[in-house]
């Protein structure tokens, strides 16, 4: 297939490696994140750590039969064990290295366990060893109930873009939501103002007017609270870049129903997110063969009422260091529609500055 990475390299931020639960204490596992293995351990006491993959003695992967010993992850090939602040505790002859682990920073929210990244950082442009530039939310008090997990040939920023292209909503899900309020951009949070009315199995028809936010490039987040049917909504979409053009997609959700009940998890709970997490993932599996075929273009054309797309990408550029908006062009200004008012921000374009990798 064609390379279609060139315009967008990986971004900036926290992304997603995986689910919580399923990473108890004393487990060892490896998620692909920026075109390199992520090693994920959890000591016995509890603590989660994110490691790059091979020992610094000779190279041997961690996550191809290392193990957890205490609060050590083991070597698989030559028994060196390392702490948690990734520094050598020891071997099977006493011997220590003076060496340590490549650490990442993880973060554990919502019920996800999200390692930060630089462009760019790492071996190949990927993931760094760069403090965080920025925290995570805290979390919306309620773990997902249902999940899902699939690969779309697309990259992260195209996947969020979508949580503000109304017109391809109505037109490819045919669904009818609107945009009630221009975005609000804060930082790494963009907050995304719509309203949409549709009909979740088991729920019945809905609408839902809430504020969907993004964090990153890497979590979009809606809670809802549904009135009419005294229920409530929270859905997680994690886009994780694996390698260039190729994110996993994780979806998540935690629903109510207006069903008394007793316990921490009811199974009404259980069976109402269930429901509406396939309502969700039908969009993505919509979605995924017009992503994996569109061309990402810096310069789009667009259309009256669109604004919220210039003002989005003009957004997602702090994630890119080491890139700098692309000047629009002779006679861009009029037909490309992003600066035709004051909510639609400058030029999308992206072009690499002189340190930029990826």
């Not at 809606?222 to 979806?251: C, D, K």
């Not at 908006?325 to 861009?332: K, Y």
């Amino acid at each position: 297939m064609e390379d279609r990475s060139a315009p967008l390299p990986y971004p900036g931020g926290w992304f997603c490696v995986g689910r919580a639960r399923d990473l108890p204490p004393g487990r060892v596992r490896t998620a692909r994140l920026m075109g390199e293995d992520v090693v994920l351990y959890r000591t016995r006491r509890g603590a989660v750590r994110a490691v790059g993959p091979h020992c610094p003695h000779l190279g041997a992967h961690f996550g191809a039969g290392g193990t957890v010993r205490g609060e050590d992850l083991v070597c698989p090939f030559h028994g060196f064990a390392f702490g948690p602040d990734g520094s050598c505790t020891g071997s099977p002859d006493g011997v220590r290295l003076r060496a340590s682990l490549a650490r990442r920073h993880l973060c554990e929210r919502d019920g996800a366990l999200f390692v930060w990244c630089v462009p760019g950082g790492g071996p190949g442009g990927g993931p760094g060893r760069r403090p965080p530039a920025w925290e995570l939310p805290p979390a919306v008090g309620v773990r997902p109930l249902a999940w899902w997990s699939g690969e779309v040939l697309s990259h992260p920023q195209e996947v969020m873009e979508n949580s503000v292209d109304f017109r391809h909503v109505r037109v490819l899900h045919g669904l009818d939501t609107r945009e009630t309020a221009p975005p609000e951009p804060a930082g790494p949070l963009f907050t995304v103002h719509q309203r949409t009315t549709t009909r979740f199995p088991g729920l019945g028809a809905v609408s839902l007017e809430q504020p969907v936010t993004l964090v990153g490039l890497g979590m979009m987040r809606l809670v809802a609270e549904l009135p009419q049917l005294g229920s409530s909504l929270r859905v997680w979409v994690l886009a994780t870049p694996v390698a260039p053009w190729r994110t996993r997609v994780r979806m998540a959700v935690t629903a109510t129903a207006p069903v008394p009940g007793v316990g921490a998890v009811r199974a009404v709970d259980r069976a109402a997110s269930w429901a509406a997490l396939r309502a969700s993932v039908r969009i993505i599996k919509q979605d995924r063969p017009v992503l994996a075929h569109k061309r990402y273009l810096a310069q789009p054309r667009l259309a009256p009422g669109e604004r919220s797309i210039g003002l989005f990408r003009h957004w997602a550029q702090q994630f890119y260091p080491g890139f700098h908006p692309e000047p629009a062009g002779p006679g861009r200004t009029g037909d490309t529609g992003l600066h035709s008012g004051p909510h639609s921000g400058p030029p999308a374009g992206l072009r690499p500055g002189p340190d930029a990798a990826g």
